[in-house]
């Protein structure tokens, strides 16, 4: 369960945006997690309902985005979209290849809520 | 992009996460921060690294389910290497200190983290650790991280090789169970190999199989802590990852594992900040 540590570095780098920004809250918050990145999206959902009590992502709505492994071949250069337990090439089944996405871990989006009319 | 510790985001990913960021109608602004969840983490683990480095200290890993054999290898291991190179250990384990009196009845010093119900080390625990043991008297460190193939994988600890642990008793297809575990292996052991006659239905070329599904080509090693059969190449690769990171110290370079030198911990490019004002969330 190391989601809630993960949540508590979330909530510390969203309270630094806040301040960064002279906000007085976090609306809402996109994060990444690939399904290599060993983070269950499940258990993040969880534990940031506990870990966001009483900061400024108090109200903020979180959204995980899922992302599923893909390879690129360093034999034929085919890129595939691969299950988790098996990184080889759909095209000609090297296991030589190298995973570009579904390892990613990452605040892709966050909105703040500002105290006064935005200026556009 | 970060230009100052090597890392990349890769193709793959880049186009999710870098919209054109500017000031304007959108109301994003460009901002200089790390955002990679796992920072506050790895910042600790690249701290606790060059601290390794600047004692030549290589610092492995050892990572498995509970009960594979780690502490029975980190005896067999000290049993050898005794003489030839000097080991110190960390043991993290949830409670007792009785792995840590196992390695310092060998004469080893051994420092016990326990984490409570911590499932894993972290870079913090590892930061604390170094501090209990004497670095300049040692030439290899072990971690024993704790039991578990799922979250220990996640965290850095600013070691340099990470060695998975699969006993024969645990079935052969664990890697495509756990594939965030192996996949982090820099060394994978097949232990307990004594009881192979025992256990016809483990194959340990399908455990390798199943790792070098994971897009794996790391080598694996069969060994006995129990009768020794294989100990010798275990110890042979030890001393060639301790000769190429001499070597690497030399150039001024260190030695990460596989799987945090192909950047899975990235420093991406900033989140998107987008504002609402305050009437419409009310
Ligand atoms: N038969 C056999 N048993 C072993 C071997 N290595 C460890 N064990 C036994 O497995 C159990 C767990 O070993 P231990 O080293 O404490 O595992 P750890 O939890 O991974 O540190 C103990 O009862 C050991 O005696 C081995 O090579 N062969
Ligand atoms: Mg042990
Ligand atoms: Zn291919």
């Known amino acids: 369960m190391h989601e809630l540590s ?73 890129e595939s979209d691969t299950p988790p337990n098996n990184l080889c090439c759909l095209a000609c089944d090297s296991f030589d290849t190298q995973l570009i996405r579904g390892h990613e871990l990452i605040l892709a989006r966050v909105e703040l809520v500002k105290n006064e009319p935005l200026t556009l | 992009m970060c230009n100052t510790c090597g890392c990349n985001l890769s193709d793959g990913n880049r ?68 003489g030839r190179l000097r080991i110190g250990v960390i043991e993290g384990d949830l409670e007792t200190e009785n792995d840590a009196d196992r390695i310092r009845a060998l004469g080893v010093p051994a420092h016990q983290i326990t984490t409570g119900t911590a499932c894993h080390l972290d870079a913090h625990l590892i930061h604390g650790a170094l501090d209990q043991l004497d670095l300049a008297q040692l030439d290899i460190l072990f ?48 232990s307990k190999t004594d009881l192979l006659p025992y256990l016809p239905e483990f194959s340990p070329d399908r455990a390798e199989r199943c790792l070098r599904h994971l897009a794996s080509m790391v080598p694996t090693l069969h060994l006995s802590a129990r009768s020794g059969a294989g100990v010798a190449d275990w110890i042979e690769w030890l001393a060639a990852e301790r000769d190429g990171y001499c070597e690497l110290l030399n150039r001024h370079q260190t030695l990460t594992p596989r799987v945090e030198s192909e950047g899975r911990k990235l420093h991406a490019p900033s989140p998107r900040i987008t504002f609402r004002p305050l009437a419409s969330t009310s």
């Open chain 1, 6 to 78: 993960l949540c508590q570095n979330l909530i510390d780098q969203l309270t630094d945006l806040t301040n960064t920004h002279h906000a007085v809250a976090v609306a809402r918050v996109e994060v990444q997690v690939g399904v290599l990145s060993g983070v269950e999206a499940q258990l993040l959902q969880s534990a940031f309902t506990l870990a966001r009590a009483g900061t400024v992502a108090d109200a903020a709505e979180l959204i995980t985005e899922v992302t599923t492994p893909r390879v690129s071949c360093r034999w034929c250069g085919a």
């Open chain 2, 143 to 190: 971690i024993e991280n704790v039991g578990n193939l799922v979250c220990p994988a996640s965290f850095d600890l600013g070691h340099h090789r990470n060695v998975i642990l699969l006993s024969v008793t645990e079935g052969d297809d664990k890697p495509a169970k756990y594939p965030v575990m192996f996949r982090a292996a820099d060394l994978m052991l097949i």
């Open chain 2, 15 to 82: 186009h999710l996460l870098s919209p054109p960021l500017n000031r304007g109608a959108s109301g994003s602004t460009p901002e200089k921060i790390l955002n990679g969840l796992l920072e506050h983490n790895d910042r600790q683990a690249r701290i606790n690294r060059a601290r390794l480095d600047a004692q030549g200290v290589l610092t492995i890993n050892l990572m498995s389910s509970p009960g594979s054999g780690k502490t029975s290898l980190l005896e067999a291991t000290i049993r050898v290497l005794e």
